[in-house]
């Protein structure tokens, strides 16, 4: 059985990190994800090596510096199911940022190799894409943070909001071939929350030759991670589903395969 699912932790360390995916504990090369959990006044300050970084603010306010920002104040939502688009700061590799928190503050970390192509920046809520996709039960709300029409060098970051009852990343797609324009090789996390928090999702990840079939029953602060094989996730009635997806790959691009049994329900939806 292969072990996708990485829990939130209950109790912070004392830097706040709740949540830790490095690429070594993945198994990977390109990912990174973390989620700290601050106090009001309380600090996180960290390199980011060769690591470009884009700090989702998933909900609370703060103060965000690097080098060459020094935001005030910054987030508006918070809890992510208020369904606005969050703040966000991107920052290069090479650089530093430093977060204060001015209210309860959760904080996701999504890191991927930077080649200092692209300054420090504030991605303000205004910035972000926002669109719906699907259709009936399989319909679903998008957040579009980091697109690849976005400057950066490897990061693509993105959040989903699926209603209670409905299905997300579906019909079940795949982006695990460097095979483009077909098809992009993309290692992907998953951070889960669930509304009400004592719910849960169902998140199956698979492979057509069946060498990985796993479904999993995911908890509010879970991670879930792609390496590879298709990913659908479905929120049962009465609980609304959230996740914030990281992705990275040798080329910054989103190109998926869907899986053939299921193509018709994009073509044809009455069927």
């Not at 982006?175 to 004592?198: F, G, M, R, V």
Request: charged share 20%; proline share 8%; aromatic share 10%.
């Amino acid at each position: 059985m292969a072990d996708l699912i990485v829990p939130s932790r209950k109790t912070a360390d004392e830097q706040g990190n709740v949540l830790a995916i490095t690429p070594a504990s993945a198994g990977w090369t390109y990912v990174g994800f973390e989620v700290y959990r601050l106090n009001p006044g309380q600090r996180l300050k960290k390199e980011t090596g060769d690591q470009e970084v884009c700090l989702v603010l998933l909900s609370g306010k703060a103060d965000v510096a690097t080098s060459e920002l020094k935001l005030n104040n910054i987030g508006q939502r918070m809890s992510v199911f208020e369904q606005i688009p969050p703040y966000s700061v991107y920052i290069p590799n090479g650089d530093f940022f430093e977060v204060t928190a001015t209210t309860e503050l959760e904080l996701a970390v999504c890191a991927a190799p930077g080649y200092g192509s692209h300054p420090a920046r504030l991605i303000a809520p205004d910035q972000v894409g926002v669109e719906t996709r699907g259709y009936g039960n399989i319909e679903r709300h998008i957040h579009n943070i980091l697109p690849e029409q976005s400057p950066a060098d490897s990061l693509l970051v993105v959040e989903v909001f699926t209603p209670n009852g409905h299905w997300s990343s579906y019909p079940p797609h795949k982006h695990d071939q460097d095979n483009l324009p077909s098809e992009s090789y993309l290692e992907e996390t998953y951070y889960h929350k669930i509304n009400p928090a004592e719910g849960f999702a169902v998140q199956r990840v698979y492979t057509l030759d069946g060498e990985l079939d796993e479904t999993m029953i995911v908890k509010n602060g879970d991670a879930v991670l792609v390496p590879k094989g298709f990913h659908p996730v479905s929120a049962p009635p009465g609980y609304d589903v959230y996740y914030l997806n990281v992705m990275a790959g040798p080329v910054r691009t989103w190109r998926f395969y869907n899986d053939p049994a299921h193509e018709w329900l994009m073509t044809n939806p009455k069927k």
